[in-house]
């Protein structure tokens, strides 16, 4: 069994959960909802290890926030 982290994120526009696992080239997939999503991203990452052991590009670090003052809003300390 292996552990793989997948970015998610929410598609404005049609409201699908859409996924992807960092350095890992060809594995994005969507979903309805997290379960779907989760389900989908699975069968691709099952499907691509069928070919062997992957070689990732890069490896997922983790989120940060950056902080930035736009430019038309006055910044007050």
């Known amino acids: 069994m292996r552990t ?4 998610v994120e929410r598609c404005p526009g049609t409201h699908l959960h859409v996924g992807y696992v960092p350095g890992f080239p060809g594995v994005h997939s969507q979903g309805e909802t997290m379960e779907e999503l989760a389900s ?7 499907m691509l290890l069928e070919d ?3 070689r990732l590009e890069a490896e997922f670090v983790g989120a940060h926030n950056v902080v930035v003052v736009q430019p038309w809003v006055p910044f007050r300390s």
């Open 52 to 54: 062997g052991e992957p």
């Open 40 to 46: 989908n991203l699975r069968e691709v990452i099952q």
């Open 4 to 7: 793989f982290t997948a970015v």
